[in-house]
């Protein structure tokens, strides 16, 4: 009988991919064959709002992904689920028509998903298919979720004891970052037997035509800024490992400097694993050393895996509060503020009009590039949700449906809100302290000079900030903190 690996939108890789490599030794024990599906759910990426820029980034690498299976003569077969809710039924046809013992995946963390494959398992019982084994394995973290405990045996729920219990673990056993080989190719009998041969060169659905998918001309160019597949992934990954990462340490908070790996949409996708980065990581950089603490390594890649080591933190914090999925903050106390009905402050902070420079260069690489840098998403989301005190799930969804690299944990997670009202001028003068993020994003202030670009409205002359053309501050920054502060005092008070 044959072996099935379901890829999902997580692992889309046939390198260091866990399930994937114990489908292919099951199939290697049994002589069995090695088949791959993908399972769009046009739905599915409807409901979570998925952007144009990562739908496309996930067709392409699930396209590079086919044919390097296909030359290991793996079917790779691109499934549809055109409702959400047949999504159970479409893997059980695969598994009958195609004499599936074994179905292997990794597990995806949030609760749909979850609810996903525990249907498939009430599924597999009701069909009298217990003769079907569904292997779920771990891929996503180099730590499991919920292993990393507090004293008193809970699981960890703050970053920086987290930080450094992780450091340790992956030190005391270095294991946890080596990576698995692509899986093994099946007999080239397989491409023209005629159970099999029909499955190969299958063509990927179409993109789905939803209200945030863009014309196609769009679509061409954002995906050429971000070119997919496994292959991309590793090239950027050491070309950043050779350079950037050298002043990651100093510069990481200043975007003018673009100083960061761009790797995330690799990351969510899995496109390349977080192993394969911290393994070249300790290979270029750390002498074949996994101690990647500050006082072990090189700075850069102390900071730079300190980022890593936050987006396995919220993976784990997603099994510690799994509401956090399910539209809700973390801190349920945080539902029961009352937001702000602002829908002309909500159309410029989306088109980068807010009269805020900082911000508003931001908003306008989102709307650009299907990007953002760091720094700047943690003033966005800032302004939005304290000094718009606009509901922070309107931007997480706004987020969602622009960003390239888009991650349920991440994204809910960098939008959770709290009392930090950051000062987005203040900031600016911290973070872009030559104003040259604000000039080349927004093009009204390119010849504003010195310290005016930070904050025209205030600095400038009334005549000269007039000419401009720029968008005077929708709100007085100090008036809407002291607004944002009140509300949630208030507001969570009364929960
Ligand atoms: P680098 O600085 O090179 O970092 C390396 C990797 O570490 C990243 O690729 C990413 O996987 C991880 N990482 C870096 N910073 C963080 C962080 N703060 N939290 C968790 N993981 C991190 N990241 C996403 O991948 N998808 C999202 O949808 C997303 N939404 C965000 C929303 C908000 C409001 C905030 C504040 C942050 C969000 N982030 C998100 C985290 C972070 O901004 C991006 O991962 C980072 O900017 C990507 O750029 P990079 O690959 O060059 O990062």
């Not at 699930?62 to 689920?81: G, H, K, S, W």
């Not at 004293?151 to 992956?170: D, I, N, R, S």
């Not at 700075?299 to 396995?312: D, I, K, P, S, T």
Request: hydrophobic fraction near 35%.
């Amino acid at each position: 009988r044959n072996v099935l690996h379901w890829f999902r939108s997580k692992d889309l890789r046939a390198e260091d991919n866990r399930a994937l490599h114990a489908a292919s030794l099951k199939a290697k024990e049994g002589s069995g064959t090695l088949l791959a599906c993908f399972l769009f759910s046009p739905q599915d990426l409807e409901w979570h709002g998925t952007s144009t820029a990562r739908t496309n980034f996930m067709l392409e690498g699930t396209r590079i992904l086919q044919e390097q299976l296909e030359e290991l003569n793996i079917p790779f077969l691109p499934l549809v689920a055109e409702e959400r809710k047949d999504k159970g039924a479409r893997i059980l046809e695969v598994l009958e028509k195609h004499d599936i013992s074994h179905l292997y995946a990794n597990i995806e963390l949030e609760v749909d998903e979850l609810r996903r494959d525990l249907d498939l398992f009430s599924k597999l019982e009701e069909n009298d298919k217990n003769d079907v084994q569904f292997v779920l394995h771990h891929d996503q973290t180099v730590v499991l979720p919920r292993t990393l405990k507090t004293g008193a045996g809970g699981p960890m729920k703050v970053f920086t004891p987290y930080h450094k219990a992780w450091l340790a673990e992956v030190a005391g056993d270095p294991s946890l970052i080596d990576t698995l080989p692509p899986p093994q190719a099946n007999d080239k009998s397989v491409k023209t037997s005629s159970k099999f041969k029909g499955l190969f060169g299958q063509s990927l659905p179409e993109p789905p035509k939803s209200r945030h998918y863009a014309s196609d001309e769009e679509r061409k160019r954002i995906q050429k800024l971000w070119p997919a597949g496994h292959a991309t992934g590793m090239k950027r990954l050491g070309e950043f490992l050779d350079d950037k990462i050298s002043t990651y340490a100093t510069n990481r908070s200043t975007p003018a400097a673009d100083n960061s790996s761009r790797l995330s949409a690799f990351f969510s996708s899995g496109m390349i694993s977080v192993r394969e980065a911290l393994g070249a990581g300790r290979e270029k950089l750390n002498d074949g050393s996994a101690d990647f603490s500050s006082s072990g390594c090189d700075a850069g890649l102390a900071a730079w895996v300190r980022e890593l080591v936050f987006r396995e933190f919220y993976r784990h914090m997603m099994t510690v509060t799994p509401h956090n999925g399910m539209n809700l903050p973390q801190n349920l106390k945080y539902d029961f503020i009352q937001w702000e009905d602002d829908e002309e402050g909500w159309q410029k902070w989306c088109e980068g009009k807010t009269g805020v420079p900082f911000v508003d260069a931001g908003m306008r690489q989102l709307n650009t590039e299907a990007y953002m840098h760091n720094r700047l998403r943690m003033n966005t989301a800032s302004y939005l949700r304290t000094n718009l005190l606009i509901d922070y799930r309107k931007g997480e969804r706004y987020f969602a449906e622009h960003l390239v690299d888009w991650d349920l944990c991440n994204n809910t997670q960098g939008w959770e809100p709290s009392y930090t009202v950051f000062n987005p001028v203040v900031q600016a003068e911290k973070c872009d302290p030559q104003g040259d993020f604000i000039r080349q994003w927004v093009p009204e202030l390119r010849d504003v000079e010195g310290k005016a670009v930070f904050d025209p409205y205030h600095r400038l002359g009334k005549e000269e900030f007039e000419k401009l053309g720029y968008p005077k501050p929708h709100v007085d920054f100090q008036e809407s903190k002291a607004r944002c502060v009140e509300r949630y005092k208030q507001d969570m008070a009364d929960a």
